[in-house]
């Protein structure tokens, strides 16, 4: 008969140590718990055991002579009371929350589900007997062993360019990088792709999810696939299709990689919600472990989850043993794995209590004041679906925010928008009156034009209207207010002035990005004119759609990238520490000087004018040594005269425009310049 041990309740999850294992499994609600141990392959169960020690919610045992590689999973018993929140079932197996590493892939039967499909409209009332193991994954007892031997490269924000993709589209279709690894974490760390991306300026490479997710089973049945990864089943175990022959080694190998190119790794995580859905989902881990104590459920109504998220259902971070998870995920992915900082997916439901959402939530308290977590990159997206879900500017000092009031500013004006001068410049110069409070930097803006979700850079200037027809939705997915403007045709043309003028658009929206104050994040692809034919919602196509494709459409975009995040590095005045003022420097120069098209600083009457559509602005050098910078831009669609903004000594010299032959002209201070429509041109002080 096997020994069975008390054990400990802390850590949870499972910890090795060379003569057992000790399981720990956190349910409040619970009356019992069922440790299952299976085979190899997760097929065949061979033991049960019923756990007897609860130490503060947490059961716990200690099995002598169990090690490395064993599998295994829980049942738990408790009431089935679905209207009071409770929905234990021990019918069902379930993944440990903790698990570190996965076997199998979830099979898709009624099983998966605790109560009986098909029963009615009040079918999820009524307990299914079936046994779901059979279709269920399994966890394997792994040890904790860090992966990772570098140490974090440490970019300042000031310097960082990050650079948005995912672990299989940006190597699927890569054709230098073997197609055996192809889509997994060891193509990101060959040199080939480092070095691509490192001579393009980027020095953050923020991943979508890679924490284990599922297929939807509404998906597989239409033939499509969860691509994006944003529908979670464990946070602990990395995504099993990302892992390749070399298993978890294989993320550590391409840290280190990266991390030797000086080039830090972001994770895009999803705390906020699970896949398990609303109360006709599956039960699958949560749910079944301790359903009102993982998620937040309707008040007065258990029966029913608080959807804040829009896909069924939210994490409880209010409860201490969820919020503990949470902060025990963040910390083993930093420690074990190397990784360099996070971005929070629907950051608001993090920080929501009951009445709303709360900036000095427990949450955002605990990462920032964490050893391990405080100092890293820490990014939210300040948004989710619930009352009051738009929170920009709101989160606490220490996080930066995907700014999504900047990708439409800067959309519209280079669409040649009216009355966009006011609000324009305000976020290109880091939107101060969003950012200031609570002494924040300029960096808490995380600047973009665009991301994994909606238009690629390409389609943003090809198409007027999305184009999801592949998604089999009817084009109902995916966002209708783009902000996009195609330059005269719907789709691909072989018009060569509309061709010239979309590749004018995408280096205006690059070029600004760039210059801008804040951060900037750049999606994967879009140096190189990916396109998704249109379809702004990807999240489904595993395939040519979704993938990045490195083909040459426009081979000189790259080179262009790279040169305006070399400007960025070397020129301090486009990422100030402080917000711009106007305020003098030691030279008595003023930080910013904002200048109309006819050279004179800008007025009231400037700045309300609903017609105009050009600006420059003077950029004073933070160090001695660094030139200034005066950047003039034209989004009208006509060519207007610029005057040169005045300079006691010296010449402006053009080291960077978007339209063609520009480059290297020069003029003096009060000199007049013919800028064409469209266009924006980068001038350098030179003595």
């Not at 971005?343 to 955002?364: K, Q």
């Not at 979704?546 to 262009?560: A, K, T």
């Not at 917000?579 to 910013?592: E, H, I, K, W, Y």
Request: with cysteine; aromatic share 10%; charged share 20%.
């Amino acid at each position: 008969m096997r020994k069975i041990l008390p054990g400990s309740a802390f850590p949870l999850g499972v910890t090795v140590d060379g003569r057992g294992t000790n399981f720990a499994l956190f349910s409040d609600n619970a009356v019992g718990v069922t440790l299952c141990l299976f085979d190899r392959y997760g097929q065949t169960e061979l033991e049960r055991i019923d756990l007897h020690e609860c130490t503060n919610g947490v059961w716990h045992c200690y099995l002598p002579g169990v090690g490395r590689g064993q599998v295994y999973g829980w049942r738990v018993h408790g009431p089935w009371a679905p209207e009071a929140g409770h929905r234990f079932n021990p019918n069902k197996l379930l993944l440990d929350p903790y698990a570190r590493m996965l076997v199998g892939d979830i099979k898709w039967d009624d099983a998966l589900y605790g109560y009986t499909i098909g029963a009615g409209d009040d079918a999820d009332l009524i307990m299914d007997e079936r046994d779901s193991a059979a279709f269920m994954p399994k966890a394997r007892v792994v040890a904790g062993t860090p992966m990772a031997a570098t140490q974090h490269p440490r970019i300042s924000w000031a310097k960082t360019v990050i650079y948005e993709g995912h672990v299989r589209g940006l190597t699927m279709r890569h054709p230098l990088v073997p197609e055996s690894i192809r889509g997994t974490f060891t193509a990101l760390g060959q040199p080939e792709f480092i070095d691509y991306i490192s001579k393009l300026g980027v020095t953050a490479l923020e991943l979508l999810p890679v924490h284990a997710f599922t297929q939807d089973r509404h998906l597989l049945d239409r033939g499509l696939a969860n691509y994006w990864g944003y529908n979670t089943l464990n946070f602990f175990a990395p995504e099993p299709r990302y892992l390749g022959e070399d298993g978890l080694d294989a993320i550590g190998e391409a840290v280190d990689r990266l991390h030797q190119a000086g080039i830090e790794i972001i994770l895009d995580v999803v705390y906020n919600h699970t896949c398990e859905g609303n109360h006709l989902g599956p039960t699958l881990s949560f749910k079944g472990i301790d359903n009102a104590s993982y998620y937040r459920l309707l008040p007065g109504n258990g029966r029913y989850y608080d959807d804040l998220t829009g896909c069924g259902n939210s994490v409880n971070t209010d409860h201490p043993r969820v919020l503990q998870m949470v902060m025990d995920s963040l910390r083993m992915w930093a420690s074990v794995y190397g990784i360099d900082g996070f971005r929070f997916d629907l950051a608001t439901t993090l920080g929501r209590r009951p009445e709303g959402f709360d900036s000095g939530h427990a949450f955002f308290n605990a990462i920032l004041q964490d050893p391990t977590l405080g100092g890293l990159k820490l990014i939210a997206e300040p948004w989710d679906v619930g009352p009051g879900g738009y929170q920009l500017g709101a989160f606490p000092p220490g996080f930066s925010e995907w700014n999504g009031d900047y990708r439409d500013k800067v959309r519209e004006f280079w669409c040649g928008s009216e009355g966009l001068l006011p609000s324009f410049a305000t976020r290109f110069a880091a939107s101060q009156d969003i950012f200031s409070e609570g002494r924040r930097r300029p960096w808490s803006s995380l600047n973009f034009i665009t991301a994994h979700d909606g238009f690629t850079l390409h389609d943003l200037v090809t198409y007027n209207d999305k184009h999801n027809e592949a998604n089999g939705e009817d084009s109902r997915d995916g966002h209708d207010d783009n902000k996009s403007w195609n330059c005269g045709v719907e789709g691909e043309t072989d018009d060569p002035a509309i061709n010239a003028l979309r590749r004018r658009q995408k280096r205006n929206l690059i070029a600004t990005l760039f210059l801008s104050q804040g951060v900037p994040m750049l999606l994967a692809g879009d140096e190189r004119s990916n396109s998704q034919g249109g379809n702004n919602n990807a999240y489904c196509q595993d395939n040519e759609i979704g993938w990045v494709d490195w083909s040459d459409d426009d081979p000189e975009l790259p080179d262009f990238v790279a040169r305006l995040a070399e400007i960025r590095k070397t020129h301090s005045c486009l990422s100030r520490p402080e917000f711009l003022t106007g305020s003098r420097n030691a030279m008595g120069q003023p930080d910013v000087a904002w200048f109309n098209n006819g050279g004179t600083r800008m007025s009231e009457e400037n700045w309300s004018d609903p017609h105009s559509k050009c600006l420059t602005l003077r950029l004073a050098p933070v160090l001695p040594e660094e030139p200034s910078l005066v950047i003039m831009l034209n989004a009208s669609h006509v060519d207007v005269d610029f005057v040169a903004p005045p300079v006691q000594s010296g010449r402006w010299q053009a080291i960077l425009a978007t339209g063609d032959d520009l480059e290297g002209s020069s003029l003096e201070g009060g000199e007049t310049f013919g800028v064409p429509g469209r266009t924006l041109i980068v001038w350098e002080w030179r003595a």
